[in-house]
T-cell receptor
């Protein structure tokens, strides 16, 4: 049972435009959500997170939106840059527990120059 | 600060063998988690160690075991290797309550 789903395996965006990556979850107990970016031959790198008490969190070019009623979150990258090309993983956690992360299968973003 | 380090980088084993992977957490971190990432999948939680004890375990068989040492470093052991154990094994460290830092991983190939 895939509790965290990223239904788009890949996404191509023109440099300077907005990239929108989506993630859906099924477990209503999740209350902490994260996005990680992964380059080839490297481990995942933390990008941004959001607690379920918020519906938006912003950090520079990256904004994460959380819609709890729809059990959906999205990552917006504006403007997109070629260096953003990577695989992006959405992850969810129950903060009150042991903080294990449940990851989605990832979306490969390609930003075209 | 070296961040999370893992060794070895790559490893090739044959079915039935045993393997030990090693992880040194980021300086100041006391919690270590291990994840398995199969090709085309997201990382899957194996287990987490805190204060030298396994605190939480994912849906992995007993062939997967681990250890945390007093200096917070950790080992992942896999016995009786199967072809399906071929994957990237990621170690992540954190302080309780904060997000995890991941290492570069160990690529295990089982032939």
């Amino acid at each position: 049972d895939q509790q965290v789903k990223q239904n788009s395996p890949s996404l191509s965006v023109q440099e300077g435009r907005i990239s929108i990556l989506n993630c859906d979850y099924t477990n209503s107990m999740f209350d902490y959500f994260l996005w990680y970016k992964k380059y080839p031959a490297e481990g995942p790198t933390f990008l941004i997170s959001i607690s379920s008490i918020k519906d938006k969190n912003e950090d520079g070019r990256f904004t994460v939106f959380l819609n709890k009623s729809a059990k959906h979150l999205s990552l917006h990258i504006v403007p997109s840059q070629p260096g953003d090309s990577a695989v992006y993983f959405c992850a969810a956690s129950v903060v009150a527990g042991t903080y294990k992360y449940i990851f989605g299968t990832g979306t490969r973003l390609k930003v075209l120059a | 600060d070296a961040g999370v380090t893992q060794s070895p980088t790559h490893l090739i084993k044959t079915r039935g063998q045993q393997v030990t992977l090693r992880c040194s957490p980021k300086s100041g971190h006391d919690t270590v988690s291990w994840y398995q990432q199969a090709l085309g999948q997201g990382p899957q939680f194996i287990f987490q160690y805190y204060e030298e004890e396994e605190r939480q375990r994912g849906n992995f068989p007993d062939r997967f075991s681990g250890h945390q040492f007093p200096n917070y470093s950790s080992e992942l052991n896999v016995n009786a290797l199967l072809l399906g154990d071929s994957a990237l094994y990621l170690c992540a460290s954190s302080l309780i309550g904060l997000y995890k830092y991941f290492g570069p991983g160990t690529r295990l190939t089982v032939l």
